[in-house]
């Protein structure tokens, strides 16, 4: 597989090289030069195959050698080693959970699958590596237990303080090891910014194997196709063809991986993306003007970014051509108290929880549904975290209804450890350099 950067489609580099350096140094975002579509009968016969089976065959295409059969096959297994079941909620409306995996969130598929493949890389003969993330909260969780413990390898989590929870603090700060957290004052944009800028300072690249583990990592992108083509199948095995996936939106990764999955010829019919009141993409959807703007808080607060990072890899997809794309995406936006209404409404219907970035899928499903009358595909939304990891927003009888996995359990006793920074460079910087 090779790569080019959106900013400049003559480059080309390896997915090793791409791995590692996770951003050009153009500051463009890294896209597969031919995304290679699958054999129709692998897709007719989806429901046939397990999802680790279904991962390995869309992996093994996708990177087309750079990782021989039997060592990809052993990382999937080791990585996509938890389900990721379809249930239907209503009729056409499906919910994907996402948040089997050890840290409660879809970013386990993600980070799970590039921190073995980083780490089969090193084996190849690299160093110490030095991996650099900022997360609104779910991100750190799933790149610290994806990363526990993997040798030759050090990773820095910076995290706006007091804007995640109890439960993703917990996941973030208490894992030692190989492990450590940061807590900035300031947004997850600020934190965003200080990740990308160490990337580029020569300083701290002459010093260190720097790497970013956030969602505009090639290698994240993938394993998130897997899961499209394993609710497809569980859709199939329901006698049914046509699907709408609606995506609880942040920085575009999640449903970009989506984009990358329908080019690789999964039949999807559309897109929903759904936002919370951070809107950039809503707005450049309907407007044509794509304003980046300060993130605001909000109860789904994973997906508090004001300039989504992966959109640009959604533009270069549709060639920059904004009206295709609309043909393909539609978005919705929702309010807080939206979100509330909407985790009480599913609950008193269905006895089901949902986390509030689930709720905003499920809301933009519902509307899709209302200003479509008559169209019966089913709509599958993607369930993103486990409610537990939010119980500040449920109303007291709803948190005492939600089964608190194991996991969570077992983090309540432990101490925590985060360093406390502003959000300037300079000192972000000297951070890195003193250790
Ligand atoms: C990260 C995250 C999102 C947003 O996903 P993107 O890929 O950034 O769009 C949504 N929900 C939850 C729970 C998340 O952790």
């Not at 894992?175 to 807590?183: D, F, L, S, T």
């Not at 309907?286 to 605001?296: E, I, N």
Request: glycine share 6%.
């Amino acid at each position: 597989m090779q790569l080019y950067s959106t900013n400049n489609k003559d480059l080309r580099v390896s997915f090793k090289e791409a791995v590692f350096n996770s951003l050009p140094a153009d500051k463009g975002l890294y896209m597969p030069e031919s995304i290679p579509e699958l054999d129709p009968d692998f897709l007719r016969n989806l429901h046939t195959f397990s999802l680790p089976e279904i991962a390995f065959n869309v992996a093994r295409n996708i990177l087309n050698g750079d990782i021989p059969d039997s060592d990809l096959k052993k990382i999937i297994d080791d990585a996509i080693n938890f389900d990721a079941p379809l249930v239907k909620l209503e009729k056409q409306v499906h919910v994907l959970e996402l948040f089997h995996g050890p840290s409660l969130a879809f970013k386990d598929f993600g980070a799970r699958f590039m921190s073995r493949v980083m780490s089969y890389f090193l084996e190849a003969g690299e160093k110490e590596l030095n991996v650099l993330v900022a997360t609104s909260g779910d991100t750190g969780g799933a790149v610290a237990l994806g990363f526990l413990g993997v040798p030759n390898t050090t990773v820095t989590i910076l995290y706006p303080k007091g804007k995640v929870s109890p439960i993703q603090e917990l996941q973030l700060t208490t894992n030692g090891q190989n492990i450590r957290a940061v807590e900035i004052e300031g947004t997850f944009d600020d934190c965003q910014a200080l990740v990308k800028q160490a990337f580029i300072d020569p300083d701290l690249k002459a010093r260190f194997r720097l790497t970013s583990a956030n969602s505009i990592n090639i290698s994240r992108l993938i394993p998130q196709t897997f899961y499209y083509f394993n609710a497809y199948a569980q859709l199939q095995r329901l006698g049914k063809h046509e699907v709408i996936f609606a995506v609880p939106s942040g920085n575009f990764g999640n449903i970009g991986a989506g984009f990358l999955a329908w080019k690789m010829g999964l039949p999807v019919r559309k897109f929903i993306a759904a936002t919370n009141i951070n809107d950039t993409v809503p707005v450049f959807l309907s407007s044509g003007v794509y304003q980046a703007k300060p993130s605001v808080q909000t109860f789904s607060n994973a997906m508090d970014v004001g300039d989504p990072s992966n959109w640009v890899r959604i533009m270069d997809l549709f060639k920059g051509d904004r009206s295709a794309l609309k043909r393909f995406l539609t978005s919705y936006t929702f309010t807080d108290s939206e979100t509330l209404n909407a985790i009480k409404e599913v609950f008193d219907k269905h006895q089901y929880i949902m986390c509030p970035h689930t709720a905003i899928a499920w809301l933009a499903s519902k509307q899709w549904l209302n200003d479509n009358p008559g169209k019966n595909s089913d709509i599958i939304f993607l369930s993103t975290a486990h409610p537990c990891k939010f119980p500040d927003i449920f109303s007291e009888d709803l948190v005492a209804k939600i089964d608190v996995p194991s996991q969570v359990k077992e983090l309540e006793g432990r101490a925590k450890f985060a360093v406390s920074l502003g959000k300037d460079f300079a000192g972000f910087k000297q951070y890195l350099l003193g250790s």
